[in-house]
């Protein structure tokens, strides 16, 4: 045995004596790197941002398909509407209301008003991608006494069939001009994919997993996009609603000051204020629509996991994508708003603006706007607009009249003197009125001297209609020159 013994230690002296073993004790050190990264800002590829949310939206509805198609871009926070999508699919709890619907729902803005619809019955009316025309409208810069400004705009047609909304836009702007602005909006969407691939090569050619990965979901999801955008997958219900010519309007009032008054059709106006969105769910859609989910989804967490180990000059040039796709996104709502604008044809409004008086602002409303925007026949007290008091409602009757008076010079081209007797006799009948009724009131409940402010602002606005011709912006396309 001791033999045996000392025969293995004489090998393994010979063995160790054979190696290339270092004779001091290895220390472990830090290495230095100085390479930039931008690993912490692929955080940004999943900020909340709402017109991401909006932009996926008009995605879905491509309510104007037909006039222009819709991009939406990978933008910032881009790849959050399809992760909040999916997490409402596994936690949806009324199935009647499919995600695909709420996230349109979301992006929608509820007008409160004050209307004489179907009775008054309806209190909001929605504001999305189907009408988003309406916003210059809505938005119209106020004077420095908002609260008696008024925007009056004439809704026509509701629903339209495309082909006359695509020919109108030819018409309206021109065949070249709108083969222009359809062109900038597909070519906003094509270059976002062809930067995908190119991520997509490059991360290939360099060997780096992670941005070949992250590039290749991305552009899976731009595939999805592109697919979507010729589906329109969330459509307008449309109810069936009886044919109603009586003119009806519903009043906004503005929180920032201001009240914009929509004047229509009773039977469009209510379509209006029923609309819906609905998702039919066919397999195709079904099929595009988790597609579009699972790429985004995986798209938004290889934002962060991919980020951080990417070569610098890869995660800057995803950051591009980034940047690129949300600057894009502005000059496509630009274009698209104008687009739809110009397919709406000439949109008839008038904004009153200036009025001293609440009542001023109702009088030159009703007889300085233009004919199709003139307010007629509106029960400011039953809106609860103007106090219950007899002298508005004398008013309110003076202007009823006086606006059928207005419409019958027009069309007879009847002379100014008789013009001014009619006008004078009609006031007079409001003067004796207010008299009346004020020979039995208290004296501190007279309404005379209000009763003559009145009179004298029917007066002006009528001057300023009839005998000046002016009559207030006539279309949007003036008001935004």
């Known amino acids: 045995m001791r033999t045996l013994g000392v ?32 690993d912490p800002l692929g955080v940004a590829a ?69 209307s004489d619809i179907s009775g008054s019955v309806f209190r909001e009316l929605p504001l999305d991608s189907s009408n988003f025309w309406l916003n ?48 900038t909006l ?80 009773q039977d469009q106006l209510e379509k209006w204020a029923r609309s819906k969105w609905k998702y039919e769910g066919t397999l195709w859609q079904n099929c595009l629509h988790w597609f579009w989910i699972t790429t985004g989804t995986l798209s938004a967490f290889c934002s962060l996991a991919c980020m951080v180990n990417m070569q610098s000059y890869m995660q800057l040039g995803f950051l591009g994508v980034l940047v690129y796709s949300s600057l894009a996104e502005i000059l496509a709502t630009r274009v698209s708003r104008t687009l739809q604008v110009k397919a709406k044809g000439n949109i008839h409004m008038s904004i009153i603006t200036g009025s001293k008086t609440r009542t001023e602002a109702i009088i030159r409303a009703t007889l300085e706007s233009r004919r199709p925007c003139r307010l007629k026949g509106i029960d400011w007290i039953n809106l609860e607009l103007l106090p219950p008091m007899d002298v508005f409602q004398y ?20 002379d100014v003197g008789t013009r001014n007797q009619q006008l004078r006799k009609k006031l007079a009948v409001f003067i004796r009125q207010v008299e009346e009724r004020d020979k039995e009131a208290p004296a501190d409940q007279k309404q005379l001297a209000l009763a003559s402010r009145i009179e004298k602002e029917i007066e002006r606005a009528l001057k300023y209609s009839l005998d000046s011709g002016k009559e207030g912006e006539s279309s949007l396309e003036a008001h935004n020159a």
Request: charged share 20%; with cysteine; aromatic share 8%.
């Open 46 to 114: 999943v900020l909340h941002n709402p017109r991401a949310d909006n932009s996926a939206a008009m995605l879905y509805t491509q309510y104007d398909y037909g006039v222009f198609t819709w991009p939406h871009t990978m933008m910032i926070g881009g790849t959050l509407a399809p992760l909040k999508m999916l997490v409402e699919h596994l936690t949806e709890e009324v199935k009647s209301n499919p995600p695909a619907v709420s996230m349109c729902t979301k992006v929608s803005t509820l007008l409160s008003i004050r």
């Open 395 to 414: 008013m309110q009757e003076a202007l009823k009249d006086i606006g059928n008076m207005q419409e019958e010079w027009e069309d007879s081209m009847v």
């Open 186 to 265: 597909d070519l906003i969407g094509l270059l976002n994919g062809l930067m995908m691939i190119a991520g997509l090569v490059i991360g290939v050619l360099v060997a780096d997993m992670w941005a070949t990965t992250l590039f290749f979901l991305y552009w899976c999801h731009w595939i999805g996009t592109v697919l979507i955008s010729f589906n329109r997958m969330v459509e307008k219900d449309r109810p069936d609603i009886k044919e109603d010519g009586r003119m009806r309007y519903a009043i906004h009032e503005r929180k920032v000051g201001g009240t914009v008054i929509f004047k229509g059709q």
């Open 7 to 38: 025969a293995a230690l004489t090998t393994v002296v010979e063995a160790r004596s054979k190696l290339p073993l270092s004779s001091t004790d290895p220390e472990a050190s830090l290495k230095e790197d100085t390479e930039v990264t931008f």
């Open 136 to 183: 210059t409208i809505i938005s119209f810069k106020a004077s420095k006494n908002p609260d008696n400004d008024f925007a009056v705009v004439y809704v026509g047609q509701i629903y339209e069939d495309m082909n006359i909304r695509k020919r109108r836009v030819k018409d309206t702007i021109g065949s070249v001009r709108w083969w222009i602005g359809t062109l």
